[in-house]
């Protein structure tokens, strides 16, 4: 059975920090290109991250570059999202997604959403203090 589960939500200051997993169980992540999204209360889903898996490239939403740092442990076959400087606006549901073309479906600062085949149930961030 093929499963990701995200996990490291919870409550943090603005300012702080906090650092998402997404385990893969059933599946090789090294082989898919992940991708981290956030669906905020009365708001559509949005893409905030994603690593490929054929060259390691990364991309981020513009809300949060220079702010949030995807990256992978293969030994460990989890996706990280690290999340720094964060801001009441982060606060949403954060899942993460794989898609087996190994490339991040990426074009001209959009993420979408269909090209993925296995989805998380997701987990909390709050930004509050």
């Known amino acids: 059975q093929v499963q990701l589960v995200e996990s490291g939500g919870g409550l943090v200051q603005p300012g702080g920090s906090l650092r998402l997993s997404c385990a893969g169980s059933?599946?090789?992540?090294?082989?898919?290109?992940i991708g981290w999204f956030r669906q905020a209360p009365g708001k559509e889903r949005e893409g905030v991250s994603c690593i490929s898996s054929s060259d390691g490239r990364t991309y981020y939403a513009d809300s949060v570059k220079g702010r949030f740092t995807i990256s992978r442990d293969n030994a460990k076959n989890t996706v990280y999202l690290q999340m720094n400087s964060m801001k009441p606006e982060d606060t949403a549901v954060y899942y993460c997604?794989?898609?087996?073309?190994?490339?991040?479906?990426?074009?001209?600062?959009?993420?979408?959403?269909?090209?993925?085949?296995?989805w998380g149930q997701g987990t909390q961030v709050t930004v509050s203090s």
């Open positions: 997604a794989a898609d087996g073309s190994m490339l991040c479906p990426y074009y001209s600062g959009s993420f979408p959403e269909d090209p993925y085949d296995y």
């Open positions: 059933g599946l090789t992540l090294d082989y898919y290109a």
